[in-house]
């Protein structure tokens, strides 16, 4: 079936980079983008950027622009996604989800918990 | 950026009765390219809605979608007791592609 697995959780002082991954499963990699959305604890959802696993191209949200970095490595089947300069701010569940035509679709992965703290 | 803004914020209903949720964009979304969302506490969300009106697969008919331009209605017709859950809308028209805030329907 097809299925998104993601990283397990992150503790990281602030400053610090994190890398989550996703693996994906039970169908061809390449042919669906991946969105990263992240929620804060008791928060709304928060659209990051999407990825083109066939090339790789990316479109970011602007105001994660110059701090996240989203790669797919074919081999494996993974999207990734790096944010640096991590603040408190950040502290969230971030979860990638294939797309279905333009929309955060089905599957999501299980969220992996970044916690950012001192 | 396309603000979404939800209505109301908790809506308390029972089982049974029919629940319409609202989502208003800042300016009109390109094609209709609005979809709705159901998140269970501890769960990743679900696409119920996409294209403002077309249900994903396996979504039960009793959940609808419509509007177009800036206003947009989820409607649950009789509600059942896994419905109760909180409801986001997205605009995928435009980049970035926001979220609403969120609408929690909570059993009365």
């Known amino acids: 079936q097809v299925q998104l697995v993601q990283s397990g959780a992150e503790v990281k002082k602030p400053g610090a980079s994190v890398k989550v991954s996703c693996k994906a499963s039970?169908?061809?990699?390449?042919?669906?983008?991946m969105h990263w959305v992240r929620q804060a604890p008791g928060q709304g959802l928060e659209w990051m950027g999407i990825?083109?696993?066939?090339?790789?191209?990316?479109n970011y949200a602007q105001k994660f622009q110059g701090r996240v970095t989203m790669t797919r490595d074919t081999s494996t089947s993974t999207v990734y996604m790096e944010l640096s300069s991590l603040r408190s701010e950040d502290t969230a569940v971030y979860y990638c989800?294939?797309?279905?035509?333009?929309?955060?679709?089905?599957?999501w992965g299980q969220g992996t918990l970044v916690t950012v703290s001192s | 950026e396309i603000v979404l803004t939800q209505s109301p914020g908790t809506l308390s209903l029972s089982p049974g009765e029919r629940a319409t949720l609202s989502c208003r964009a800042s300016?009109?979304?390109?094609?209709?390219?609005l979809a709705w969302y159901q998140q269970k506490p501890g769960q990743a969300p679900r696409l119920l809605i996409y294209?403002?009106?077309s249900r994903a697969t396996g979504i039960p008919d009793r959940f609808s979608g419509s509007g177009s331009g800036t206003d947009f209605t989820l409607t649950i017709s009789r509600l059942e007791p896994e419905d109760f859950a909180v409801y986001s809308c997205?605009?995928?028209?435009?980049?970035?592609?926001?979220f609403g805030q969120g609408t929690k329907l909570e059993i009365k």
């Open positions: 294209g403002a009106s």
């Open positions: 997205q605009q995928y028209g435009s980049s970035p592609r926001t």
């Open positions: 300016q009109s979304v390109s094609s209709s390219y």
């Open positions: 039970g169908y061809t990699f390449t042919n669906y983008y």
């Open positions: 989800a294939r797309d279905f035509q333009g929309a955060a679709g089905d599957p």
């Open positions: 990825i083109n696993p066939s090339g790789g191209s990316t």
